[in-house]
T-cell receptor
Framework: SQQGEEDPQALSIQEGENATMNCSYK?????LQWYRQNSGRGLVHLIL?????REKHSGRLRVTLDTSKKSSSLLITASRAADTASYFC???????????FGTGTQLKVEL | NAGVMQNPRHLVRRRGQEARLRCSPM?????VYWYRQLPEEGLKFMVY????????ESGMPKERFSAEFPKEGPSILRIQQVVRGDSAAYFC???????????FGPGTRLLVL
C-alpha cells in the first residue's frame, strides 16, 4: 500500500449520518493534513494535525492521529449533501516540503 | 487576501507543443509546490520551490519538465514537447514557511490531443 492510503475508497450515507474515513501511512511524519476536493475542482484544506497531537476539532470535523499505528481518521458529523466530495489525507515527513497524498475516499451524502 | 491563483484553468495542446502553467502564490507566501493529478488518482508531488531556488525536484520527470519561481512574477511549470500522457490536472500550492499548511489553487487542466 502507498503512503497516505484512505479507507474506504467510497462511502455512501444519508444526510444527517456521520461519516468516518481512515488513512494509513508508512513513514514517520511531521504532520498530517486532510483536504476535500469537489469533482473537477481544486483542493480545500480542512485540518492539520501535528505528530504530537492526538485529536483536533473544527466545526463538524474531528480528526484523530495515532502515530503508533501510523493511522488517522476523519469524522464528519451530521453530514449534509454539500459534504459530497473526495477526501484526501496528506502526510508531510519531517523536513517539511512535499505532501504525499492517498488515493482518496469518495463520499456521497444522499438526501 | 486572494488565494492561490493559477492560469490558464484549461489548456489544450497538440502533441509536440509546449505547455506553460502559471501560479501566483498567496500574498506573503514564498514557498511554492507543484503537484499532478491523473484521473481518479490522488495528487503526486512534482517540485518545491522557494524564490529563485528549486528546493526539491524529486517528483519531476527527468526530461521535458522544468519549473521556476523568479524573484518577480509567478511560478512557471513548463512542459516541452507534450505527449498524451501529460494530460492531467496540475495543481500549485503555497505556504508562508516550510512545514506549514499548503493552500492549493484551482488547478490547470491540461489536455493533450
Amino acid at each position: 500500500s502507498q503512503q497516505g492510503e484512505e479507507d474506504p475508497q467510497a462511502l455512501s450515507i444519508q444526510e444527517g449520518e456521520n461519516a468516518t474515513m481512515n488513512c494509513s501511512y508508512k513513514t514517520s511524519i511531521n504532520n498530517l493534513q486532510w483536504y476535500r476536493q469537489n469533482s473537477g475542482r481544486g483542493l480545500v484544506h480542512l485540518i492539520l494535525i501535528r505528530s504530537n497531537e492526538r485529536e483536533k476539532h473544527s466545526g463538524r470535523l474531528r480528526v484523530t492521529l495515532d502515530t503508533s499505528k501510523k493511522s488517522s481518521s476523519l469524522l464528519i458529523t451530521a453530514s449534509r449533501a454539500a459534504d459530497t466530495a473526495s477526501y484526501f489525507c496528506a502526510t508531510e515527513p519531517g523536513g517539511g516540503n512535499k505532501l504525499t497524498f492517498g488515493t482518496g475516499t469518495q463520499l456521497k451524502v444522499e438526501l | 487576501n486572494a488565494g492561490v491563483m493559477q492560469n490558464p484553468r484549461h489548456l489544450v495542446r497538440r502533441r509536440g507543443q509546449e505547455a506553460r502553467l502559471r501560479c501566483s502564490p498567496m500574498k506573503g507566501h514564498s514557498h511554492v509546490y507543484w503537484y499532478r493529478q491523473l484521473p481518479e488518482e490522488g495528487l503526486k508531488f512534482m517540485v518545491y520551490l522557494q524564490k529563485e531556488n528549486i528546493i526539491d525536484e524529486s517528483g519531476m520527470p527527468k526530461e521535458r519538465f522544468s519549473a521556476e519561481f523568479p524573484k518577480e512574477g509567478p511560478s512557471i511549470l513548463r512542459i516541452q514537447q507534450v505527449v498524451r500522457g501529460d494530460s492531467a490536472a496540475y495543481f500549485c500550492a503555497s505556504s508562508p514557511t516550510r512545514g506549514e499548511t499548503q493552500y492549493f489553487g484551482p488547478g490547470t487542466r491540461l489536455l493533450v490531443l
